[in-house]
């Protein structure tokens, strides 16, 4: 099963770095997520990848932040999926010693 964690290191630097180099992008609803495995695509692994995600599924990632009976629809939600390592809570070596 794959899994997806928020990736908020990724989303600190792409907001520094979107003004400068994207500006067109910077109003835009972005999801940065980690994922567990590499997808495959024709035999080759697939280490990150971009999506427009609209209607029903923009609405629900909005955590139903919409009025339905307003005449505008949601705004699309763009999510960005990177492959990488989940990270432990806390290092071990890191942990107090245990006083006794």
């Known amino acids: 099963m794959i899994e ?3 990736a908020d290191e990724v989303q600190d630097i792409a907001e520094g770095l979107i ?10 609803a972005i999801v940065y997520l980690f994922r ?3 997808a495959e695509k024709n035999g080759k692994k697939v280490w ?3 999506r427009k995600i609209t209607g029903l599924n923009a609405y629900l990632a909005s955590r139903g ?3 339905p009976l307003a005449p505008v629809a949601p705004q699309p939600v763009y999510v960005l999926e990177i492959v990488g390592e989940q990270q432990p809570l ?11």
């Not at 806390?90 to 006794?100: H, M, N, V």
């Open 4 to 6: 997806h964690w928020r």
């Open 48 to 50: 990150g990848k971009a």
């Open 65 to 67: 932040n919409y009025d």
């Open 36 to 38: 567990s495995k590499a």
């Open 90 to 100: 806390f290092e071990p070596a890191q942990t107090p010693p245990i006083e006794r």
């Open 19 to 28: 003004p400068s180099f994207h500006p067109h992008v910077g109003g835009l």
